[in-house]
């Protein structure tokens, strides 16, 4: 009887387990589904030969003081 019973618990246990899973994968699935519906997500169809160019921002060139001195300098050529 012993026997019976645990198998019927872990039966229970089983379908509780598969049933629960069931119900939080469908929520993942549908949270990235909605995550990539975003219009931020989505990219424009462009035709073939199209240019796109995407700026970055501008970063300022930083220099610290006391470090030392900055030399600006010119490339000479050997020829």
Known sequence: MALARFILIL???FFLIRIVTRFVLKKYVNKMQNQYKDPHHQTQQKKE???T????SKQNKK???DVGDYVDYE???DD
């Open 11 to 13: 039966f229970i246990i």
């Open 53 to 56: 160019i995407k700026s970055s």
């Open 49 to 51: 030969g199209d240019v």
């Open 75 to 77: 490339e000479i050529d």
């Open 63 to 65: 220099i610290d003081h």
